[in-house]
């Protein structure tokens, strides 16, 4: 009989190991993970660590890079405005500082051309009032988001378009947080600002 009771009790435990290993056992807020549990897990633990090395050998090195770069090209436009500055005549300065009057069609054309010309970035402007008091003169807030070349293709045609004349102001560079689905890694985002624009809304 109590041979027939270590069997029996032995049975008993075989079949729950059985269970807990092909289904799992949960009882109350204690559960002990199946196999296969066990295993997706394990698969999404590699995942995730595959993701993360990834994130840190490829994609961080590429916009550090992308930084460095735009770091440097911002030094080579400070260098130009200091030389500008100091090897123009008062004339110059008067002129360049003179606000020249904008129709609302030709400026919107102007800035639209140049965004469809590089139509791998986004571009939003927000229009407000400029900080010299005149009547009719706004500053042009904008943002742009893409890659640092056409950001760049962008910026170098407003300001190298003598009927705009724009010098860009406050000019901050950032990465875009991505979207590993949809977004692209590469993408920056551009602010900057063109102050006292006179425009005839």
Same mark, same amino acid.
């Given at each position: 009989m109590r041979k027939f009771l270590i069997f029996v009790l032995l049975l008993i435990l075989v079949i729950l190991a059985?269970?807990?290993v092909t289904d799992g056992i949960t009882i109350k807020d204690f559960h002990v993970l199946s196999w296969k549990e066990i295993q997706t897990n394990n698969e999404q633990l590699d995942q995730n660590i595959e993701?993360?090395?990834?994130? #840190? +050998? !490829?994609?961080?090195?590429?916009?550090q890079s992308n930084l460095n770069? *735009?770091? &440097?090209? =911002? =030094? #080579?436009? &400070?260098?130009?405005?200091?030389? =500008? !500055?100091?090897?123009?005549?008062?004339t110059d300065i008067e002129k360049a500082t003179r606000t020249e009057m904008y129709e609302t069609e030709f400026l919107w054309t102007k800035l639209g051309n140049y965004? +469809?010309?590089?139509n791998g970035i986004d571009m939003k402007i927000d229009v407000v009032k400029? *900080? *010299?008091?005149?009547?009719? !003169?706004?500053n042009l807030n904008f943002t742009l988001v893409g890659e640092y070349a056409y950001i760049s293709d962008f910026i170098s045609s407003i300001e190298n378009d003598t009927k705009?004349?724009?010098r860009i102001n406050n000019f901050l560079l950032v990465p875009v947080a991505s979207n590993s689905d949809s977004g692209n890694s590469n993408s920056l985002q551009a602010t900057f600002t063109v102050e006292n624009v006179g425009i005839n809304l």
């Open positions: 059985y269970f807990m993701n993360l090395d990834k994130l #840190i +050998t !490829v994609t961080f090195k590429n916009e770069e *735009s770091y &440097k090209q =911002l =030094l #080579i436009k &400070k260098n130009e405005y200091a030389d =500008l !500055v100091l090897y123009s005549s008062e965004a +469809t010309k590089n400029g *900080s *010299s008091g005149e009547e009719n !003169v706004y705009l004349g724009f």
